[in-house]
């Protein structure tokens, strides 16, 4: 004879999303409550209150929201999603100390495979099942009450209002000290979750905003080259490398105690060392400084515009971006290009990913298959590195430059001691170092029948620790400088500095000046001498070294 299982009592929509919108509340905002405790002005009993309080304005959002999808078929799957979306941003926000908003958001829709999977960890898999899929699986085990159209109308009617009186009543006891803790505290609303991770969403597809819309719009249709009278023959060629997540201050070039460019130190360059990046993440910083409006300008733009790229195409000249990372962010998508991210070359690629080095061993091939009477003119070539991409620092760097020891081999990098992690970081700018000289290497071949140059600049910075904080991509209002502050170094051959009029020692005089993204559009068509009303002599960092 079988035991009969004993019957689950069934659950109302009211009493799974009050147990769910608890459970988001509290567990879900570990990373919130962290933040909270360790203000100064948020301690005591008074703290304590405070506490209680924001967890009911949560818990009681989260109920009044779901309250529209309280229906049969609509509210088991959206408490899902939000149990999952509330277990991955808590993961990331403690491990790293970051926060959920629309830019995280578009860095995380861009991600692709190969660096997603740097990501996965069996403690994000942890985190995921403990604090997402479990209760995910209590909430599909919960036999649904039956109601009535009617009833059920009645239901989801009164939770709304219920919640939305408790949200308004309890902000109302503690306004005060919300509202000071929101205006000094600007991290804490990106790490309501999963609230966060929703606003960003809808930030992204729903919410009306000035976002740009409309057709791209052309950019310098009068561009031209000017002819530089008395200059040599040879046509400029142009290497601009476009770093990854490599800060400012990790460069023995700019003063770094450790050395980290032993190569490049040998060679006749110039580092420039306060310079402010576009934005914190690379799907920012990437079409932000090959815009000609600068980062406020971007920011406040009515229309998406062709780039740089464009401008100099137009203008004449032969222009390549060979791609070593997860793609061009749409600002290659009108000239030539090509991915060595993928290729399968020994000692250049392993693990599904390839050392930077790999572009070098295509650009000659590239190169060919440019216009001839384009190149005539001169070239331009971005190459766009995998650089310093964390976590996995220790992927990045081949054995022979691990100069630092020991790293951290660890994808969750708040789980190694800082050194560790600093060791690693410092190894993948060794390798940069490297890098960077072997393109410098690679343009005194080409001199013969060029005049060469290098300019590299990286698109964001990245934290290492400092205040809890790892990667990147905090809000630029709140980022410390380790996330905004990059580096920007210049080689110009001896043929290429008499072809521009630009001396590497009138450059050197100007090293500490502040400089930013802004002026990357505007110094790149200045020294590839392209005219059009849209370049900005003053946006450009060579004009007062320019003697022609």
């Given amino acids: 004879m079988f035991l009969d299982r004993p019957v689950r009592t069934p659950r109302s929509a009211v009493t799974l999303i009050v147990l769910a919108s608890l459970w988001m509340a509290s567990v879900g905002n570990l990373s919130l409550w962290q933040t909270l405790m360790a203000l100064p ?36 799957p959206a408490l899902t999603l939000l149990l999952l979306l509330s277990a991955f941003a808590t993961h990331y926000m403690l491990t790293y100390g970051i926060v959920v908003d629309t830019p995280m958001v578009i860095n995380v829709l861009q991600t692709d495979t190969r660096e997603a999977s740097d990501q ?6 942890l985190s995921v099942l403990l604090l997402g899929v479990l209760p995910s699986v209590w909430v599909w085990r919960q036999p649904w009450l039956a109601l009535s159209l009617g009833q059920q109308v009645f239901r989801n009617v009164g939770l709304f209002i219920a919640s939305l009186l408790l949200t308004l009543g309890t902000t109302q006891l503690v306004f005060q000290d919300f509202a000071s803790l929101m205006r000094n505290h600007t991290q804490l609303r990106y790490q309501i979750n999963p609230l966060n991770s929703v606003y960003a969403l809808l930030d992204l597809k729903v919410i009306p905003s000035d976002k ?14 000017t002819p530089r009278e008395g200059a040599a023959q040879r046509p400029p060629l142009l290497v601009l490398v476009l770093g990854e997540t490599a800060r400012s201050s990790s460069f023995s070039l700019n003063g770094y105690a450790r050395v980290t460019n032993p190569e490049l130190a040998k060679e006749n360059v110039v580092s420039f060392r306060n310079v402010s990046s576009c934005g914190t993440s690379t799907a920012e910083s990437v079409p932000c400084m090959f815009s000609h409006l600068g980062r406020e300008g971007y920011a ?10 464009d401008v100099l195409q137009r203008a004449g000249y032969a222009v390549l971006w060979i791609d070593n990372q997860s793609g061009c962010k749409d600002q290659c998508d009108r000239i030539p290009n090509l991915n060595t991210s993928e290729l399968k070359i020994p000692d250049q690629c392993e693990g599904g990913e390839c050392r930077d ?13 440019l216009p001839a009477e384009r190149r005539a003119r001169g070239t331009v070539v971005v190459m766009h ?30 789980q190694c001691e800082r050194a560790q992690v600093v060791n690693a970081y410092d190894n993948t700018i060794v390798f940069t170092d490297h890098f960077l000289t072997r ?23 990245e934290s290492l620790g400092e205040n809890n904080l790892y990667l990147h991509g905090l ?22 500095e008499r072809l521009s009029g630009v001396a590497t020692s009138c450059l050197n005089k100007s090293r500490d000046r502040a400089l930013s993204h802004d002026h990357l559009f505007h110094s790149i068509l200045g020294l590839m001498a392209v005219q059009t009303r849209v370049y900005q002599a003053e946006r450009d960092l060579f004009k007062a070294c320019q003697t022609r």
């Fill in 120 to 125: 996965i960890t069996w403690r994000l898999g």
């Fill in 212 to 225: 740009p819309s409309g057709p791209l719009q052309p950019l310098g249709e009068d561009a031209h080259i």
């Fill in 385 to 414: 590195t995998m650089g310093s991409h964390g976590p996995a620092y220790f992927k990045r760097v081949p054995a022979a430059f691990k100069k630092f020891l020991p790293e951290c081999t660890d994808n969750s990098l708040s």
């Fill in 439 to 461: 393109v410098i290497g690679w343009l005194k071949a080409q001199d013969k029948t060029a005049s060469t140059a290098m300019f590299y600049v990286s698109d964001h910075g």
């Fill in 357 to 369: 080095t790999v572009m070098l061993t295509q650009i000659d091939t590239a190169l060919a298959k």
């Fill in 41 to 76: 002005d948020n301690t005591g009993w008074r703290g304590v209150a405070f506490g209680v309080a924001f967890g009911v304005m949560i818990a009681s959002t989260l109920a009044a929201l779901m309250a529209w999808l309280a229906w049969h078929w609509t509210l088991k």
């Fill in 475 to 496: 809000p630029y209002s709140m980022a410390p400088a380790e996330q905004k502050t990059v580096p920007l170094i210049t080689w110009f051959s001896p043929s290429f």
């Fill in 300 to 309: 406040q733009r009515k229309n998406d515009s062709e780039n740089l790229l």
